[in-house]
């Protein structure tokens, strides 16, 4: 059951240290396990230091919280009563999510936001999956949103974290590096219950943290995003991967995979062996592991230098910008980001992310698919 009980917003007094605002799109086959997370929240709840907010969409009705620390956390319950509760959300309007953040930045200000997307996710092809409005936005679309937000708000956020599968893709953090600092998300599928977050923001992370506030030392956002991934290490069946992005460093790491697609289409004859190597990398669903397929380049005596030159290149770019990364044993091998590298067609809609408008490298895939 959900809590209706109406409550009145309160603007904190003065900006605390973070404002974590959670987007949870439960109006799918996911709803009760977004309702045990929002539940999970209410283990640690807001204080004077952290404003926990989230907007939920059950479907039938949507509402937003900011979250309390209740004394028996319920995982079938929100305790935690409303702030407010509209009728049915398309959360895949990213109007919708520019709603949100813009309310949520101007009602619960801080020093630091950080931003969760919870839903279903399929890395580049986009995220949040609305099933009353048969929705499901794009990556570009949810750049626009908060490219919206932050020009409502004069606010960029500091961290977008995906509690969502197969959102640590190269693609989404190009699409993504000018709206935030860090990205945070996992390359493989997540278990249903997403991210355990009583563990990521536990009471021990959590007291540690407001001791270093006590030293009137600020929390930086680059802590908090490689924290956020430590704290999810050891659950490898909810959690098979989980990576955080400097976003700062990725523009040097798409410029290293553009040199990489311009050296493939360079030397047409190498194709071949580039889409063996292709094949042979690590898969998660229909992407591969960038570092994983890219090493398998620079490795490759047979293949032309200025190709292995550039996959070289590119595993540096890659290192620097992977500034934190778990992985399960089953996915040894694992670097921290996906990379489209089909062999065997990709969809139309790939030319519509920056990535693909701003790189050789959907060419570089067409001459590996012609030559599959």
């Known amino acids: 059951m959900i809590a209706r009980t109406p409550a009145t917003t309160t603007t904190p007094a003065t900006p605390r240290k973070w404002t974590l605002l959670l987007y949870s799109a439960a109006d799918n086959d996911l709803k009760e396990y977004h309702l045990q997370n929002v539940a999970d929240l209410e283990r640690v709840g807001s ?14 009705r949507s509402s937003r919280y900011l979250i309390e620390k209740a004394a028996r956390p319920d995982p079938d319950n929100i305790q935690t009563p409303p702030l407010e509760t509209r009728g049915p ?32 996710g399929e890395g580049w092809r986009g995220a949040m999956q609305d099933d009353s409005h048969e929705g499901w936005m794009s990556i570009p679309d949810l750049r626009r949103a908060f490219e919206a937000a932050q020009e409502k708000t004069a606010t960029k956020i500091d961290i977008v ?34 991210w355990p977050y009583s563990r990521i923001f536990n009471p021990a992370m959590v007291g540690r943290l407001r001791k270093m506030h006590s030293w009137a030392v600020t929390v930086e956002p680059r802590t908090l995003a490689v924290e956020c991934v430590r704290h999810a290490a050891g659950n490898p069946e909810e959690l098979p991967t ?84 778990t992985h399960a044993p089953v996915n040894e091998g694992a670097t921290g980001l996906t990379l489209e590298a089909s062999t065997h067609g990709i969809p139309e809609r790939y030319a519509d992310t920056r990535f693909a408008r701003e790189t050789s490298w959907p060419e570089a895939l067409h001459v590996l698919q012609q030559d599959a």
């Open 242 to 325: 989980m990576s955080a992005i400097e976003t700062a460093k990725v523009p040097a790491l798409t410029a290293s995979l553009d040199a990489l697609g311009k050296a493939i289409l360079a030397d047409p004859s190498a194709a071949a062996a580039v889409g063996e190597h292709a094949d042979a990398s690590l898969p998660f669903d229909t992407f591969h592991d960038a570092g994983d397929f890219v090493g398998r380049l620079a490795e490759d005596e047979d293949l032309p230098e200025g190709i292995r030159g550039a996959a070289d290149e590119v595993l540096g770019a890659l290192d620097h910008a992977v500034i934190a990364q």
């Open 47 to 60: 204080d004077s230091h952290t404003s926990l907010v989230a907007q939920v969409d059950f479907g039938d």
């Open 89 to 120: 959300l398309n959360m895949s309007d990213p109007k919708n999510l520019t709603d949100f953040l813009t309310w949520g930045i101007k009602n619960y200000p801080a020093e630091h936001y950080m931003v969760i997307i919870s839903d279903h």
């Open 161 to 194: 974290g995906f509690d969502a599968c197969s959102m640590a893709s190269t693609e989404v953090a190009h699409e993504l590096k000018d709206v935030c600092d860090f990205v945070i998300g996992s390359e493989d599928y997540e278990g249903s219950s997403g």
